[in-house]
T-cell receptor, first 110, second 111 residues
């Protein structure tokens, strides 16, 4: 079967760092997306990892280990506006097969 | 501006009254997809289309229809809506290994 696991909810403090993990078991792998979604709004693109390693983009970084079926999203210098759900999605056996995790709701406290 | 346009943003209807949610993209993408999102369940794919006149079922297709007569448009049709189809719906499009572009969403309530 195909499975993606993310924590349901996480809490962090403004200004701190948080790491959101995503583990996957899929029949194929052609990349992994991270999206941010504020309540009631459309998901917005954060990152796309195809090869192993860390990719940094401003305050956000994403890491991938294909051998471990593992990715994480690292958010630094947290701001209140980072309160949102973070969705992990794996591109499966074809470019058009996306398998979505249920998302991690991140709550930022002052 | 590259975008996926989805309408309406909000829709309240009654059981059994046919409705259509429209979706249009201006990026000449081959792939388009419909998702529904319910609390705690994440995004679930309803139908997708790889190109004009090519559509296929996703994970939760029951009660829905789609058509792809033109590359830019991919409407979602509910022939006889039921309360369990109350949900937040998203249309999305993609080309190759690019990111997925989402429409702004349709919050549907079926009474």
């Amino acid at each position: 079967g195909q499975n993606i696991d993310q924590p349901t909810e996480m809490t962090a403090t403004e200004g701190a760092i948080v790491q959101i993990n995503c583990t996957y078991q899929t029949s194929g792998f052609n990349g992994l997306f991270w999206y941010q979604q504020h309540a009631g709004e459309a998901p917005t693109f954060l990152s796309y990892n195809v090869l192993d390693g860390l990719e940094e983009k401003g305050r956000f970084s994403s890491f991938l280990s294909r051998s471990k079926g593992y990715s994480y999203l690292l958010l630094k210098e947290l701001q209140m506006k980072d309160s949102a759900s973070y969705l992990c999605a794996v591109v499966g056996w074809s470019n058009y097969q996306l398998i979505w995790g249920a998302g991690t709701k991140l709550i930022i406290k002052p | 501006e590259a975008q996926v346009t989805q309408n309406p943003r909000y829709l309240i209807t009654v059981t059994g009254k046919k409705l259509t949610v429209t979706c249009s993209q201006n990026m000449n993408h081959e792939y388009m997809s419909w998702y529904r999102q319910d609390p705690g369940l994440g995004l679930r794919q309803i139908y997708y289309s790889m190109n004009v006149e090519v559509t296929d079922k996703g994970d939760v297709p029951e009660g829905y229809k789609v058509s792809r007569k033109e590359k830019r448009n991919f409407p979602l049709i509910l022939e006889s809506p039921s309360p369990n189809q109350t949900s937040l719906y998203f249309c999305a499009s993609r080309q190759g290994n690019e990111k997925l572009f989402f429409g702004s969403g349709t919050q549907l309530s079926v009474l």
